[in-house]
């Protein structure tokens, strides 16, 4: 029978076996771990033992200074146990903070401590259940007791273990190498000195590391240039560190500088966590290559603080090996549950409009919407407006054409360097002759240097400044084209210009330039304003709604003016100004017969008012979400004109769309508290002269009155948080060609990451104390390189 059975090993032999297996793995050829690719999900995890010996203390370090994975605002599905449905309660964790992890995944509870350090010696208060397989059986709170056990458990054994491994005075090495207090104290200055360098750096995206680092180089770097400059300028710094330091602890290699900026970019995300807190908040995302290729998705956190005021903050970058919708999620939500977020809290969604964000079908806004339906998504509204100047710029045939050849003469003009200075010269010239002759003012910041733009389809606002450039230079680059057309080296860049020049010094170029300067006049104060990160959605839908005034009134009142301007410019460039009831006679076309049309019909009704009811028309198609009834809701709660916007049946149907945050009581409580709400405001002076829910929300902190209209004040965040524009997202991305250039092309993307959260949220990062980051750094080291 022997051979049918197996017998149980003891409590020696599995050790014996263990250690064999140990051994083994020892001797396998040892592969770097990335920290960052380390699940945070408990059930995700490999065993400890699975890694490396030499590893495995860099990972249990990694995963204890990251904390438990605890994603407090999830929401925690129910399952039915017994006759009961119940669920993982959040306040455990409050109770057993320092240990118990849940897994979203397995929709379990776990042990950190006993992940890290329990060895496998059989069944103790649920055995490996803990560890491998989850504890779900959520009616037995007492279990989690039960685990823990008494001082001496397999628990509290493999707790202590894990103070050990962070309590660096603990170590036995500590004990055999106690250090004088003067060797301390250089060490603490050298690593202090070395920590000054790199915030320095980070604050300024600049490089750490030169071609050559050696003694003998004239140029070390930038980290080590300005730590010799920081030498140079304190005598008790210069004393303790490079050429003056222990070979082994100067502090200044690169794995020394990569944790320190670890732990500066640790500690900035932490300070955002904290103050995110547990408000609710929107997502910003979008996707870019940076230089190596890599498809990088940036997340941006937009959330109401503490005062009161809209917030923006960048979490993080993360690399997706494909940009699928479903790929995203899963980004996302390990980013997530790094940082101990949840996709519950989330309010709001905002991206560009790309299929693979905004699909309907299976576009990541549903994949979110699937698991959240108050995640509500609002289109980019600065992308909305760019996409409606561009259709206008496509679909209108003479507007279309005017563009192309824009472009074509920034295209022959710019086409080198040597006609670039031509340019500029001829300019310059220009300039002098104004500032001489009066017609120019004199001040700072006036008549800067100026260059032909080309108006691109994804820039905000490059459109109105190709042209406004155009406009200011436009008999420099006449004289450009001139001398092209004469000299040009190949008889096709002749030829271009003799095109270019056929066309652009004419009356009808002109018109359109500056009807669609004006135009776009209008809207680029419209495109600046949603850029801004304090932009809240009801202030958007007035300005739009100015706009969309702007362009009708134009239309009635605008022609003579602009005629005025157009005469002007004609004037000054010598074009000829044609008479508005002459017969208009098109370029290029025989006339028909019986068809009679004259300048003023083609250029006013043609052009003039076609064009305008081009764009009316296209910021009505764009702009429908504010027509939706969520946003309808919303702008109820607007404070302007002493709240005369106030509409208590839409602010409870605004709350119905909330239902995890309003139930049928909350929404009775509601009815009543607004009631009460709008009489005591509009009795106060110091909210009459409010405009927008911004500044409504931060009067009520500061008045300590959102703690007396608890629910007003929870709506008033939640309309806050909707996001308005993806241009802080834009802006990592431009950050994001600092930080990783040319040369700087083989950044690994956690290191990327590290010094985009610094560089970008820099005013967090300068705030944070010295001493922390120290800390910080000191729990990611060995203790072998510690003194």
């Not at 490396?52 to 995963?63: A, E, G, K, L, V």
């Not at 950044?747 to 001493?771: A, P």
């Not at 800390?775 to 072998?784: L, T, V």
Request: some cysteine; charged content about 25%; proline content about 3%.
């Amino acid at each position: 029978m022997d051979k049918f059975l197996k017998r149980k090993l003891t409590v020696e032999e599995t050790s014996s076996v263990g250690n064999r297996a140990s051994n083994d793995l020892s001797k396998r050829q040892h592969v770097e771990i990335n920290l960052d690719a380390l699940p945070s999900d408990p059930r995700l995890r490999e065993r400890i033992s699975s890694y490396h010996p030499n590893d495995r203390d860099r990972i249990r370090r990694h995963y204890l200074q990251q904390g438990p994975c605890q994603p407090k605002g999830h929401d925690f599905p129910q399952k039915k146990i017994g006759n009961i449905y119940r669920r993982f309660v959040p306040k455990w964790f409050e109770e057993h903070g320092n240990w118990l992890e849940y897994s979203i995944e397995n929709d379990a509870a776990f042990c950190l401590c006993c992940y890290l350090y329990r060895p496998d010696i059989g069944a103790q208060a649920g055995g490996d259940v803990f560890v491998s397989e989850g504890y779900t059986n959520w009616k037995k709170k007492e279990k989690f007791k039960e685990h823990v056990g008494g001082p001496d458990s397999a628990h509290n054994k493999a707790w202590r273990n894990c103070e050990d491994l962070m309590n660096q005075q603990q170590h036995i090495r500590s004990i055999f190498m106690k250090q004088s207090t003067q060797a301390r104290n250089d060490y603490r200055i050298r690593l202090t000195a070395s920590l000054d360098c790199i915030r320095f750096l980070l604050c300024q995206g600049l490089a750490f590391r030169g071609d050559d680092e050696s003694e003998e180089s004239e140029n070390h770097g930038n980290f080590l240039e300005l730590l010799y400059f920081l030498g140079d300028h304190n005598e008790y710094i210069k004393k303790v560190i490079l050429s003056n330091a222990p070979g082994n602890h100067k502090m200044i290699a690169p794995s020394i500088q990569k944790d320190l900026v670890r732990a500066c970019a640790m500690e900035t995300t932490n300070a955002i966590l904290r103050e995110v807190g547990d408000e609710f908040f929107a997502i910003l995302l979008d996707e870019c290559r940076d230089i190596s290729v890599k498809e990088q998705m940036a997340v941006v956190l937009r959330f109401v603080n503490s005062q009161g005021c809209v917030v923006e903050r960048f979490l993080g970058i993360v690399h997706v090996r494909d940009t699928t919708a479903s790929s995203l999620k899963v980004a996302l939500e390990s980013l997530f549950l790094k940082h101990n977020l949840s996709l519950s809290k989330v309010r709001g969604q905002g991206y560009d409009g790309a299929s693979n964000m905004r699909g309907e079908f299976n576009g990541l806004k549903t994949l979110i919407l699937q698991e959240n339906s108050s995640a509500y998504y609002v289109h980019c509204f600065a992308h909305q407006l760019q996409l409606a100047l561009v259709a206008v710029a496509k679909k209108k045939p003479q507007v279309a054409a005017f563009f192309n050849i824009v472009n074509n003469i920034t295209t022959v003009v710019g086409a080198s360097c040597k006609r670039r200075d031509l340019l500029q010269e001829k300019q310059l010239n220009k300039l002098q002759e104004a500032l001489e002759s009066g017609e120019l003012l004199v001040g700072k910041g006036f008549n800067q240097e100026r260059s032909l733009q080309r108006a691109g389809d994804t820039r905000w606002g490059s459109h109105y400044r190709s042209l406004i450039n155009l406009s200011i230079m436009f008999s420099s680059v006449i004289e450009v084209l001139q001398i092209i057309q004469e000299d040009g080296v190949k008889p096709s860049q002749r030829g271009e210009a003799f095109s270019i020049l056929s066309v652009i010094p004419t009356y009808e170029f002109a018109f359109i330039l500056h009807l669609m300067t004006t135009i776009l006049g209008i809207t680029n104060q419209l495109s600046l304003a949603l850029q801004r990160k304090d932009q809240d959605i009801v202030n958007v839908m007035d300005l739009v709604r100015v706009a969309k005034q702007h362009l009708p009134d134009m239309q009635d009142e605008g022609w003579e003016s602009l005629l005025s301007e157009i005469s002007a410019f004609s004037m000054k460039n010598d074009i000829d100004i044609i008479n508005m009831d002459d017969k208009y006679v098109t370029p290029g076309r025989p006339q028909r017969k019986g068809e009679v049309l004259t300048n003023l019909n083609y250029f006013r009704f043609e052009l003039f008012n076609s064009i305008i009811d081009w764009q009316l028309q296209e910021l009505n198609n764009r702009f429908n979400e504010v027509n939706t009834h969520l946003l309808l809701c919303v702008a109820c709660l607007s404070p302007k004109d002493s709240f005369a916007a106030f509409d208590k049946s839409k602010l409870i149907e605004l709350a119905r769309c909330y239902p995890s945050e309003f139930t049928e009581i909350d929404l009775r409580l509601l009815g009543k508290q607004l009631e009460t709400y709008i009489r005591d405001l509009s009795s106060h002076k110091e909210f009459s002269s409010l405009k927008s829910i911004g500044d409504l929300s931060q009067k009520l902190v500061a008045t300590r009155k959102h703690i007396v209209y608890p629910f007003v004040y929870l709506l008033v965040k939640l309309a806050l948080v909707l996001p308005v524009a993806t241009a802080s997202v834009e802006r990592i991305f431009s950050a994001m060609k600092i930080v990783k250039t040319r040369l700087r092309n083989k950044m690994g993307d956690s290191w990327m990451n590290d010094c985009l959260v610094t560089y970008i949220e820099k005013d967090i990062f300068c705030k944070i104390d010295r001493e922390r980051i120290l800390n910080s750094f000191q729990d990611m080291r060995p203790r072998r390189e510690q003194l």
